[in-house]
Nanobody, 125 residues
């Protein structure tokens, strides 16, 4: 079982990045997927997630209108399109997956059992 996150990098404020997460070893069908991030000295926070049972999406307030999460079950991948990036978006971004019965935003990050290795996003001029 492996989740491989990619797409991070250095970008100027206002720029865009697209994170990808390729999953191998199991099918994402029936799994909720999510993106989390952890900035230096801060706790890991949920950025966005997609529930498995109804496809509902969740975004933390600070990224609403700027980030878009998506998934491609056929390719067994998930994505996070990040636009109008801000310095406060700087963090290591992790993809995660888990079988969750309820909406994904009701679960803490510790309840996601499958994690990628993280990809660093740095927003700086």
């Amino acid at each position: 079982v492996q989740l491989q996150a990619s797409g991070g990098g250095l970008v100027q404020p206002g720029g865009s990045l697209r994170l990808s997460c390729a999953v191998s070893g199991f099918s994402l069908i029936g799994y909720a997927v999510g993106w989390f991030r952890q900035a230096p000295g801060k706790e890991r926070e949920r950025v966005s997630c997609i529930s498995s049972h109804d496809g509902s999406t969740f975004y933390t307030d600070s990224v609403k209108g700027r980030f878009t999460i998506s998934r491609d079950n056929a390719k067994n991948m998930m994505f996070l399109q990040m636009n109008n990036l801000k310095p406060e978006d700087t963090a290591v971004y992790y993809c995660a997956a888990e079988r969750l019965a309820l909406r994904c935003n009701l679960y803490q990050y510790s309840e996601f059992g499958y994690w990628g290795q993280g990809t660093l996003v740095t927003v700086s001029s």
